[in-house]
């Protein structure tokens, strides 16, 4: 696994701020920024170089499956924005998960991508995305040109996930969660690398679409 120091600060906007001709996009709930996560982000950021364009981290809060009740959050928004920016994208951008937000379509989903002309995008085999989750890959692919990130596994085979994280976490294997979040780097290049260019995705629901 690789990991980019770009020395430039990662902006963090609201998605409903964000247009752009051009861009390289990873999307997901990214709770615990875990080492698949870390693998997928990278890899975009890696594409983002090659195209030169900027590289986006598209996430969500509270991920989805906490709002609906579904699990334990893993991170803070805080500690998650901190640690995708230690990845080295240009910005990242959070979309509010509210009720009106997670109501909308798979295609209006599609539209708000569009808005930041992604010459490709990052996702796990399993993405979904819209209302119900009724949106897919086949779905996402069929719109843009879709890369799909290779599965980081446990040394015993079973793959990374936040999950697996909360489990081990649930059982007491404090330890045993924290190196499949760990990454490389000393904690300090993280300091000033953040810039919050706009909060306001902490105050008011989707109401504009
Ligand atoms: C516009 C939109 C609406 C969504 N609506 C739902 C929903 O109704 N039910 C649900 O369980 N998840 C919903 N999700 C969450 C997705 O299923 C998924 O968790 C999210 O896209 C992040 O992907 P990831 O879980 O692979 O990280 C929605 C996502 C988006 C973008
Ligand atoms: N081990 C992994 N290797 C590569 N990609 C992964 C891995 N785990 C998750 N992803 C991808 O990262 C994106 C964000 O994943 P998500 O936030 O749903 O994490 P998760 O670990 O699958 O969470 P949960 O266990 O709560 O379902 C998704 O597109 C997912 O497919």
Do not use: N
Not at 149 to 160: F, W
Not at 175 to 200: E, I, K, N
């Amino acid at each position: 696994m690789s990991f980019q120091f770009t020395g430039r600060p990662t902006l963090v906007v609201s998605d409903r701020d964000l247009s752009l001709p051009a861009s390289v996009v990873a999307i997901g709930a990214f709770d615990g920024v875990h080492q698949g996560h870390q693998q997928l982000i990278s890899e975009a950021v890696r594409d983002a170089r090659a195209e030169g364009v900027p590289a986006i981290v598209w996430t969500f809060d509270p991920p989805p499956k906490v709002f609906f009740g579904r699990a334990a959050r893993l991170s803070t928004l805080d500690d998650k924005l901190a640690r995708i920016a230690r990845l080295g994208p240009d910005l990242i951008a959070v979309a509010s998960f509210t009720a009106s937000y997670c109501a909308r379509s798979a295609g209006a989903f599609l539209g708000d991508l569009a808005r930041i002309g992604p010459r490709r995008v990052h996702v796990g085999a399993d993405f979904r995305f819209g209302a119900k989750q009724t949106g897919d890959v086949e779905l996402l692919a069929a719109r843009f040109e879709t890369r799909l990130a290779r599965p980081v596994v446990c040394a015993g085979g079973e793959p990374v996930s936040s999950t697996r994280i909360r489990a081990l976490r649930r059982a007491g294997d404090i330890a045993g969660a924290a190196v499949l979040q760990s990454c490389p780097g000393p904690a300090a290049l993280l300091a000033g690398r953040l810039q919050m260019h706009d909060t306001r995705y902490e105050e008011d629901p989707h109401v504009r679409h």
